[in-house]
Every structure is written in structure tokens, then in C-alpha cells.
């Protein structure tokens, strides 16, 4: 399959899962949950981003995006910007277990269960 035929059908996936699970914040939201959903949503979109300009594989785009938003969060440290990173951090992680599974961390906070191993009793 075309490289740029997967870029196109992962980031389908991608804005899915951003539109469902990082649908736009409401103006009235506490300022801290507005803002980590705007960062959120930021992280996605630069995501779909890279992917769209890129030549590597999505997942690949992703991973190296983890490393890039876990290294500044390092670098800035207690300080505003380290948790925008984070946050981005944390949206790109759950955008590769989204990918790798189906299920994103919101689904697991909802239905926890869903996710245990079951063993026969």
C-alpha cells in the first residue's frame, strides 16, 4: 500500500479521535481543563500535521513526537511551558494507544473493566 494512501487513512483516524474524544472546549470550562484541551487539540493537530508533511510511517511521526514533547517538558521543567509538553505528551500517547488498540485512556477511565485480563475463576 502507498505510503501517503496509510498517511491519509491513519489521519482519518486521527481527527475521529479528536473530534469524539477532544471535541471543542466550551468557553464557560474551568481555565485549567479549557487550556488542556486547547494544548490538547494542538498536539493532534500537529500531529496530523507531520504526518500529512512527512515521509516516515504515522507511527513512527508519533513516537519521535512523544520523545520531542517529553525532552522540552524536561528541559522547562517547573515552569508553564513543561506543562504544555506534558500535556501534548500525554495527548500523543493516547493517540498511539488509540491507534494500537481502538480504545483511548477516556474509554479506559470510563469502563476500566473492559480492559482487565479475565481469568476463568
Request: net charge negative.
Amino acid at each position: 500500500m502507498e505510503v501517503n494512501v496509510i498517511n491519509k487513512s491513519v489521519t482519518q483516524i486521527i481527527e475521529k479521535y479528536l473530534e469524539e474524544c477532544l471535541f471543542e472546549p466550551e468557553s464557560d470550562w474551568p481555565r485549567c481543563e479549557f487550556e488542556r484541551r486547547v494544548y490538547s487539540r494542538w498536539a493532534v493537530a500537529e500531529i496530523i500535521r507531520r504526518i500529512e508533511e512527512g515521509t516516515e510511517p504515522p507511527m513512527i511521526v508519533i513516537k519521535d513526537f512523544i520523545g520531542q514533547m517529553y525532552a522540552f517538558a524536561e528541559i522547562n521543567e517547573d515552569t508553564v511551558p513543561s506543562e504544555i509538553f506534558l500535556i501534548a505528551f500525554n495527548a500523543a500517547e493516547d493517540i498511539l494507544l488509540y491507534l494500537e488498540t481502538g480504545y483511548s485512556e477516556r474509554d479506559y477511565l470510563m469502563d476500566p473493566w473492559r480492559f482487565e485480563e479475565r481469568r476463568p475463576l
